[in-house]
Every structure is written in structure tokens, then in C-alpha cells.
């Protein structure tokens, strides 16, 4: 799965010379934490709620609301934006995107096509994608077991529920707590949860639960 597959758009944009108040409204409106700051379609910047709010005066401050409103009409987008923009391509990985955000802490990411942003993709893109992996929203008999990480283990895992006529609804694979193990959850329907115990215990080194 690459990044253009889940990535959101049309891209909702702002400029530099924007009011931070402004913009605050838009993402109010638009539901959207983040936005990336074109200059004649160029990405000069991004901004997030946190960077608008943070140059907001403080709801305890002796100010008056006129006072307070005429500060917020001076700051625009430029003199709290991001300038040094991490951005990923469309046919990035949607895996290398996810640990992009991870590793440096960010929400968002602007998506690029030949030089111009194309979308964005985000931590709510990648929650969505995760209960899909995961079969969130569909019924089935949910197991979580250990296997020994070892050639041949996953294929006996999966060789005994095809076997069975059981029908995979999702998959993940995950480290083990201990070293040399690896952590199997999955959903499969067309067996019942003792039935999958029972088969289950011949080829796994421990089943930790099925519901």
C-alpha cells in the first residue's frame, strides 16, 4: 500500500500572510489539525492548531478582548510556521511514512507529486488503516497466540486453519516479549472459538487468548 491510496484530499492550504485567527477558524470548520503553507503553489511552510494556539495570548492574560483581538490580527501564518517541511512522495510506502511520523513526532505529512503537494497524509489516515490491518469493525474469532520466530512456524499457523475451512479476516505479526518468539494476532470466521483452541495448540508455542 503506498501513501497515495490513503493520503487525504483535495489538500486544504494557507497562506503565509494568513491571520492566525484565521486560520484557527478554517480548521474549525474544516475538522483538520495541520496545513500546509503554499506561496504561489509552492510548500514555503506547514502549521498545526498547537503552533497557532500556542501564539495566542493567554486565556488569563489582563488584556481586554479588543485588545486581545487586535493582537491575534497582527500575527499571520509566516512568524509561526514550520519553514523545514518533511515531506513524502505518493509512491512512498505507507509503512515509511508511518515511521517518518513516528520518528520525528508529527501528525502530518504533506504529500508531493512532481513538486507540487498532492495531499496529506496523517496520524488519523494511519488509525484508520491500522483497524482495517486489525478487522476492527468486523465480527470474528480473535486469537492472539506466540510462535517461535523460525522458519516454517506462520506457515502452520495459517496451513492449519485453511485446512480447517477456516477463513482469514485479518493478520498481524508483531516482536515477541521474549527473544526468538513472535506475537500472532488475527480474526478467522468459519470456526468455532474451541475449535480454533483445539487446533491451535498443536503448532503454536502458547495461545494467549481467543475471543
Request: hydrophobic share 45%; proline share 4%.
Amino acid at each position: 500500500m503506498f501513501v497515495r491510496e490513503r493520503m487525504s484530499r483535495p489538500v486544504i492550504s494557507i497562506t503565509k500572510d494568513m491571520p492566525i485567527h484565521e486560520v484557527l477558524a478554517l480548521f474549525k470548520k474544516e475538522r483538520i489539525r495541520r496545513a500546509p503553507v503554499l506561496d504561489s503553489g509552492k510548500l514555503v511552510g506547514i502549521v498545526s492548531d498547537k503552533d497557532l494556539l500556542n501564539a495566542s495570548p493567554s486565556p488569563v492574560s489582563s488584556l481586554s478582548v479588543w485588545e486581545m483581538n487586535y493582537l491575534l490580527a497582527k500575527i499571520t501564518v509566516k512568524s509561526v510556521m514550520t519553514r523545514k517541511v518533511l515531506t513524502v512522495d505518493i509512491d512512498t510506502p505507507i509503512e515509511e511514512a508511518a515511521r517518518i511520523m513516528a520518528d520525528n513526532k508529527i501528525g502530518g505529512l504533506p504529500v508531493m507529486k512532481e513538486k507540487q503537494v498532492a495531499g496529506m497524509i496523517t496520524e488519523t489516515d494511519l488509525f484508520k488503516i491500522f483497524l482495517e490491518l486489525m478487522g476492527a469493525r468486523e465480527r470474528a474469532v480473535r486469537v492472539t497466540a506466540v510462535i517461535n520466530d523460525s522458519p516454517g512456524q506462520l506457515a502452520a499457523v495459517t496451513k492449519t486453519i485453511a485446512n480447517a475451512h477456516g477463513n482469514f479476516v485479518s493478520f498481524g505479526q508483531f516482536m515477541g516479549n521474549e527473544p526468538g518468539t513472535r506475537i500472532l494476532t488475527f480474526k478467522v470466521n468459519g470456526i468455532k472459538k474451541d475449535e480454533v483452541k483445539k487446533l491451535l495448540s498443536k503448532v503454536v508455542k502458547k495461545i494467549v487468548n481467543v475471543r
